[in-house]
Structure formats: C-alpha cells, structure tokens
C-alpha cells in the first residue's frame, strides 16, 4: 500500500507537546516524489517564506485573542513556528546564501496566499496555521525525500520536530464540541484552505521547463496530502 | 557615584548579536531598589504580559515590513522576545503558578500601554519595541535585585541574555541618517514613549498600601533610566 505520509496521525488528546520527530516520518514514497524536488536553495527559500507567512498568521491568532491563557498558548505555537523558521534560515546561511535573497523570490505568491487564508476572527486564524502550515510541514517533509543526505536529515527533524497540533488541539477543541455552529463554520472555512494550500504545495515542485507535471504521479501526493488533512480535522473533531 | 545599571551601554555599530550578559549588569544599585521589588508572582506575570505584548508589537512590525530582509531581521529580533517570554513561563511554572492567571492581572493596563504606544508605521513600530522593552528590561533587571537568589540569577541572565538592540540598530541607522525628517519624526516617537514607559516602571514598584512612594528614592531610577534611554538614542543618531 503507497503511504506519503508513513507517521500515522494519532488522535491527540492529550494536550502535550509531542517528543521529537518519529523515524518513521521519514518513510515517505520517495520514488514518486523525489525527482521533482527543487534545488536547495529553492526548497529552502520557498519553505522559509511559507514559514514565516505562518509566523505572521499566528502572530495575528495571538493578538486577537479571547484571553489571556489563549494568548501563551499561541505564544507557544509561535515558538515552534520559529524554530522551524530559525532552522531553515541557519540552512540557507550554512549554503552560503543571503536568506533575504533566496527568500524573496517567493514573496508576491505567498502573500498573496496569506491574504487569501486571512481568517475573519481568531478561530478562523488559528486553523489557517494549524491546516496549511500542517499540510505544507508534510509536504514540504515529503519533499525533502530528494534533497541531499545532509540537509535532508537537518530538515527532516527540524519539520516533524517542532509539531504545534497538540497546543492547538487544545485550544480549540472544547469551543468546538459546545458549539455546533462554530465547528460547521470551522469545516467550511478548513476546505477552503486546503484548495489554495495544494496550489502552494503544487507551485513548489520542479517541472522541467515547457512541460506539464505528469498527472497520474502527482495524483497520489495529493491523495496523501489530503488524507492526513482528514486526520487533522477529525482530532478537531471537524467533518474534512 | 550611583549608578543604577552599571552595564555601559556602547555605540554598537557592529551588526551582530551581543554573547551573553555581562557580569556588570548586576551592578545596580540594590540598596535603592530591593525594597521596592514586588513579591516574585507578581514580578514575573507583569514581566511575564509586558514581554508578550513586547512580542505582539515585533510581530506587527515584522507584517509591515518593508521588505523581506526587514522580515527576517525582525523574526531574529522576536525569537529574542520569545526567548525572555519563554523564560519568564517557565519561571512562572517552576514556582507551581499558572502563567496565565499571574498574568491576567496585568492584561487590561499593558493592553492600555501598548495601545498608546503603537506605532504609526513600521519606523516608529520598531523603534516602540526599542525603547519602551529596553527600558522595561533595564528595570526589570534592575527590580530582579530584590528577588530571591536562585530566580534573581536566572531573570537577570535571560533578560540581559538576549538583547536585539544590535538588529534594531543595523535596520534603522541607514534610514535615519539618510533622512532628517525620519530622524525628526523618530525623535519625537521616542519621547513620547518614554513617559508612558516610565509610568508602566513606576506602577511595578511595590509602594505599601496606603503609602506614597518615597519620591526622592525613586528620582535617581528614574534619572537612570532615562540616560541609558539616552544612550540607546545615541547609538541610533537620534536626540533623546
């Protein structure tokens, strides 16, 4: 059976930062993925551009938030958001690059991302971090398959190591469950992320210049992609 | 000769992260001070609430950036933030204390603060961080040397410990010295941010009930805080 993304997503209830990162994240199908794995530099730019585009998400989640607890909490998401930040801009620098440089290559598309995952209060905000940030963390995890042993290895612990949902989860799910017109909110505006976050995630892989992506091998990718979407959201106790 | 925070400030010009706090930050004038340091809960939720609105005040100048090296050089700048934050949580855990509800007492004052303070772009956003939290972490480090030894020790190495002032500098001095008006308007940003910084200071200070503070103890603080606020416009080419 094909796997993208071989770490299970467990239903996490407990509300706990999880250990570092489980080997078996590293089981992804890498004859799929591999070869269309941009260069480093590209991966790195692009990842830490999307990086820090969450930060900003959650940097918005921890002003507009309900209360004081919920404000730490987030401060604690923005720290594992940092992280992985901090990481990918220590990986650029370590290449010999000006992150500034590889980075704003990136910028017009994904602001305009942003812009259009803005949510429109602070639980809205909060599950634009947890769904695009968790799928582009798997896709970009996945990606990494066809980088170089070094910085894969480095970047591999570094994304699946600083995992926020459990601080999430917590957050959010006791709203959920008392409110049902909150969680039918909530799936509505998760679906529409998840259409412009595989766009992000598409625009990402190498395609020889002058040719299309071949469909039939990006197709099970996304089928993944979308899978550990699900999971996500039924931890939420959110319909995908 | 008095001298409240004993650390010279210099004129950093050296675009780099400073290592770790001097030992001479410890050389405040403690005989003035101690009897004014709060009990330790309550020093650390107001240290605690005015870091994280400290961090919501970077995250909002790292959004209006305008460009994306400023992005970068400010996510550095709030990963120092978060750092103190970080630190303070974890001091507020260790005496078996709930951040949140140490903090809760101070929300709706550092809320008022921060509302005053906020900046008209990101010029003056970046400076407010600036000045208001080197100012509050002078006097914090300065308040620390009433607490018990084994918190006072850690508080002073964290807040000393991770200084951004060398990333703000190298972000705003080309501006500045490029532009007089910039430099005009900045200068009067700043003095209106010293007030409202040195009445969040004085509102630290544990005054017995009932009683005035002892307005000829605090004057010397005060005039100490002000002229390290002096030196920290100096080094930016701005009149204090």
């Given at each position: 059976m094909f796997t993208l993304f071989g770490r299970p997503r467990k239903h996490?209830?407990?509300p706990k930062l999880k250990p570092r990162?489980?080997?078996?994240?590293?089981?992804?199908n890498r004859v799929s993925l591999d070869e269309l794995t941009p260069d480093l530099p590209r991966y790195l730019g692009q990842a830490a551009y999307l990086q820090l585009s969450n930060l900003e998400t959650i940097s918005g989640a921890i002003s507009s938030s309900p209360s004081t607890a919920a404000k730490v909490a987030l401060s604690r998401v923005s720290q594992t958001s940092l992280a992985k930040l901090n990481g990918l801009l220590a990986e650029i620098e370590r290449g010999g690059d000006s992150p500034a440089e590889l980075m704003e290559y990136f910028a017009a598309p994904i602001e305009r991302f942003r812009d259009s995952t803005r949510g429109a209060d602070w639980y809205e905000t909060v599950i634009t971090s947890y769904i695009t940030a968790g799928m582009l963390t798997d896709f970009f995890t996945a990606l990494?398959?066809?980088?170089?042993a070094g910085p894969r290895e480095r970047i591999v612990e570094l994304l699946v190591g600083n995992d926020p949902s459990a601080i999430v989860i917590e957050q959010l799910r006791d709203a959920i469950d008392a409110d049902h017109q909150l969680a039918s909110r909530l799936a509505l505006w998760a679906r529409r992320l998840v259409g412009d976050t595989l766009l992000v995630a598409r625009s990402a892989l190498s395609v020889p210049a002058g040719t299309a992506p071949d469909e039939a091998r990006l197709e099970p990718i996304f089928t993944e992609l979308i899978a550990a979407h699900t999971r996500r959201m039924d931890v939420l106790g959110l319909t995908a």
């Amino acid at each position: 059976m094909f796997t993208l993304f071989g770490r299970p997503r467990k239903h996490i209830v407990v509300p706990k930062l999880k250990p570092r990162a489980a080997k078996t994240a590293l089981n992804v199908n890498r004859v799929s993925l591999d070869e269309l794995t941009p260069d480093l530099p590209r991966y790195l730019g692009q990842a830490a551009y999307l990086q820090l585009s969450n930060l900003e998400t959650i940097s918005g989640a921890i002003s507009s938030s309900p209360s004081t607890a919920a404000k730490v909490a987030l401060s604690r998401v923005s720290q594992t958001s940092l992280a992985k930040l901090n990481g990918l801009l220590a990986e650029i620098e370590r290449g010999g690059d000006s992150p500034a440089e590889l980075m704003e290559y990136f910028a017009a598309p994904i602001e305009r991302f942003r812009d259009s995952t803005r949510g429109a209060d602070w639980y809205e905000t909060v599950i634009t971090s947890y769904i695009t940030a968790g799928m582009l963390t798997d896709f970009f995890t996945a990606l990494a398959g066809g980088l170089p042993a070094g910085p894969r290895e480095r970047i591999v612990e570094l994304l699946v190591g600083n995992d926020p949902s459990a601080i999430v989860i917590e957050q959010l799910r006791d709203a959920i469950d008392a409110d049902h017109q909150l969680a039918s909110r909530l799936a509505l505006w998760a679906r529409r992320l998840v259409g412009d976050t595989l766009l992000v995630a598409r625009s990402a892989l190498s395609v020889p210049a002058g040719t299309a992506p071949d469909e039939a091998r990006l197709e099970p990718i996304f089928t993944e992609l979308i899978a550990a979407h699900t999971r996500r959201m039924d931890v939420l106790g959110l319909t995908a």
